[in-house]
C-alpha cells in the first residue's frame, strides 16, 4: 500500500530525519506526503502524523540528502520548519 518492505532494501547506512510539515490537515494530507516522499530513489520507509505535524523518514544518505526530501515536501504544497536526525542504530 505505498509502503515498500524493509527486507528488500539494505538499511544498515541509513539515516532517521523527522521533519516538522506545517498545513496538514487530515489523513489524505498525510498520504500525500508520504506517497511523494516514497517516490525518491533512497526513501525506505516513510510515517507521516498530521497530529503532530511530523514526517519521519527512513533514507540512504548516500542515495538522498535532507534537503530533496524537504523541497518534495514543499512541492507537495506543505511547509517543512525544521528536522531532527540521526543514524539508524
Do not use: W
Request: glycine share 6%; proline share 3%; with cysteine.
Amino acid at each position: 500500500m505505498g509502503r515498500r518492505e524493509l527486507a528488500e532494501t539494505s538499511v544498515d547506512n541509513d539515516h532517521f530525519v523527522v521533519i516538522k510539515v506545517e498545513g496538514m490537515h487530515c489523513h489524505k494530507c498525510e498520504d500525500s506526503i508520504k506517497k511523494s516522499l516514497l517516490r525518491i530513489p533512497g526513501v525506505h520507509e516513510v510515517e507521516v502524523d498530521f497530529l503532530s505535524g511530523q514526517a519521519s523518514v527512513l533514507y540512504d544518505p548516500r542515495q538522498v540528502k535532507i534537503r530533496e526530501l524537504t523541497e518534495t515536501i514543499s512541492e507537495s504544497g506543505y511547509q517543512p520548519t525544521g528536522f531532527t536526525q540521526r543514524e539508524n542504530a
